[in-house]
């Protein structure tokens, strides 16, 4: 039988997360979004709530929750502000997860219960300016010099870049392809490392978008995430954190399509045309309704993934159908809400358009749509579609 309620702790934490967010972003969301830039003084009040330690262990100083309830947090830091969610889900989730699953007990040790309550921030360093989807091919190298690594490239459109104390900096240290990248947790504050902060983006203005700049960061073997036996993984390590972080933007996206929702039918019922409100007129409803089919659909496809991986269970694939879905659903909801509103859904008093905006970049992050289609159809053929 399938079941799809909630534990009474999973409720609980829904509501204590919408009532945190209600209460400490949403009422200061469009002006950290015209001032591009959270106001940071959030983040260790939303460390208190645990988004940040959700799914470290206890004993790396987390919750050590399940994945469902991951995937309601972010889902509602997705209807409140995804500048926020990416915050969180790069920081604990992109970073943290790699640290927990691939680094030695050294790196869980240093890193993890830092990241566990936001004392410390991370970023994730993979997409370069010549290199988005063809991660593979990275050109960022990091050279062998006596016991340490000197570590030179670029980075971009990094999250929480100029915010991050470490970075995970993907980089070359074998021959070409896949499987001469190794990992790197790199600190922020190293000589030769410099994060420049990218300005006026379409959406997500509130959050940290970053370009990297790494001169001969030099850093100690020690910090090669796995250790010696990390060398090569770069890649896989890439790939494998990305999976569980599609979970997240998944997540996220069904936020933004549940925010359009409440938006579109509140302000449906005050706006009145004709002698009524225009929640009364069928081609409203129809939009509505549509909106509604969304975010239905969306959460049970994000759910069904976090089911598979609480379960131990094979959820790549998941992950792509979840990702590719919400992402563009959320652009669908968010341009159906701005139909909705009319005039009002074209300027930022009302949430619609920030939503649009915001939504309109899932769909390119953390693997494209297009990207997705390929991971499907390669999975039902069982035929590559990459050369």
């Known amino acids: 039988m399938v079941d799809l309620s909630l534990t009474e702790e999973q409720t609980a934490f829904r509501a204590l997360a919408r009532e945190f967010l209600d209460r400490e972003a949403i009422p200061h969301r469009t ?16 460390a208190e709530i645990g988004f940040f330690g959700l799914t470290i262990p206890e004993e790396y100083g987390g919750l050590g929750g399940d994945y469902l309830t991951y995937s309601l947090a972010m889902e509602e830091l997705g209807r409140a502000d995804s500048a926020l969610r990416g915050i969180v889900s790069v920081s604990s989730g992109l970073v943290g997860k790699s640290i927990l699953f691939h680094g030695t007990e050294e790196q869980k040790q240093e890193w993890l219960p830092q990241l566990a309550v936001a004392a410390k921030l991370g970023c994730f360093g993979l ?23 000197l570590i030179s490239g670029q980075k971009l459109f990094i999250t929480n870049g100029t915010w991050a104390d470490v970075a995970l900096v993907m980089a070359r240290t074998g021959g070409e392809g896949a499987r001469g990248i190794s990992a790197f947790l790199v600190p922020t504050d190293a000589p030769g490392f410099e994060a420049r902060e990218i300005k006026g983006k379409l959406g997500l203005r509130g959050q940290a978008t970053a370009e990297l700049f790494l001169d001969d960061v030099r850093v100690p073997a020690s910090a090669m995430l796995g250790g010696e036996a990390g060398e090569g993984q770069g ?33 449906a019922k005050e706006r009145t045309q004709f002698g009524r409100p225009i929640a009364g007129f069928q081609l409203v409803q129809d939009m509505i309704a549509d909106i509604s089919l969304d975010a239905d659909a969306a ?13 131990g269970e094979p959820y ?29 859904g074209y300027v930022d008093e009302y949430p619609a358009a920030k939503y649009l905006r915001d939504a309109r970049v899932m769909t390119l992050y953390e693997g ?7 991971l499907i159809g390669r999975d039902e053929t069982g035929i590559s579609a990459f050369v």
């Open 235 to 267: 890649f896989k390590i890439a790939m494998s954190t990305l999976d569980k972080g599609r979970l997240a933007v998944a997540s996220g996206c069904v936020g933004i399509v549940q925010g359009c929702l409440e938006t579109s039918v509140a302000y």
């Open 31 to 46: 002006q950290w979004d015209r001032d591009e830039s959270v106001d940071l003084a959030i983040v260790p009040k939303m």
């Open 299 to 311: 959460r049970l496809l994000a759910w069904r993934c976090a089911d598979l991986i609480d379960r």
């Open 127 to 149: 997409t370069e300016p010549g290199i988005g989807s063809d991660a593979g091919n990275l050109t960022t190298r990091a050279v062998k010099d006596g016991g340490d690594y």
């Open 368 to 374: 494209t749509s297009q990207i997705q289609k390929l």
């Open 316 to 344: 790549r694939v998941a992950a792509s159908k979840a990702k590719l879905y919400a992402s563009e659903a959320a652009v669908r909801a968010a341009n159906l809400a701005i139909q909705i509103h009319g005039g009002a």
